[in-house]
């Protein structure tokens, strides 16, 4: 497996990508997708320069934690999380990168707060408005970001987003600039406040360019660093599902 050839050439389109939109390249972090791989490829990703994984189901984290697959590398989760189980997830990870709806992020702080820690996350947004995902609307984020900061045990770090899958090259630009506009809306409205709110999850293998030009500073890429994922997993989109 080429993975270190992969991961150059991706870091390579990312510090292009960067330079072209006028941003340092070491403002983006990389995070490796890694559902469906196994201990041992997530092992050669890390030794090979891999700094973050981003893990999409639950059972597969544990199973990969049990392993002690990700040692040396931060975890997010960016997956679709139920509320029961929360429990196996945080105070597990060093970021929940998709809390989107209330009822998450209260379980998440009850959760954080028996275990007497306060859990980094980031509010997912349903951008792109479809029924299929999960994600609050930009019109209900302002009282999720007012419920964080009320919140003592999560620490509001930022926002991600899934957009549609586009149908054409450049399709989710205007989606990425909403999702900017509405990451610098808090940061403003937080103040002093916000100023932990450093973080903006967009961008996976078919558009991460577009979303570092729009102002991503996580970009989430799976196919592009291990190869296409076999068609059981892929379902020809990422849902909440996955
Ligand atoms: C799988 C996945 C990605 C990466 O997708 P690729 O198209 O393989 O790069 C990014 N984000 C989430 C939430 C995912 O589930």
Redo the contacts with the bound molecule.
Sequence with gaps: MPIKENIAAVRARIDAAARRAGREPAEITLVA?T?VQTSQTIRQAIAAGITVC?E?RVQEMCAHLEDNAYAGASLHF??HLQTNKVRQVVGRVDLLESVGSLKLLEAVERQAAKLELVQDLLLEVNIGGELSKSGVSAQQLPALVEQCMRFEHVRLRGLMA?PPVSATPRGNREFFAKMYQLYVDIRTALGDNGRGVDCLSMG???DFEDAIQEGATLV?????LFGP?PPLHTGGT?DKH?
């Design positions: 997708a559902k981003g999409n960016i997956g899934i996976m293998s078919g989430r890429v799976g196919t592009a994922r990422v996955q």
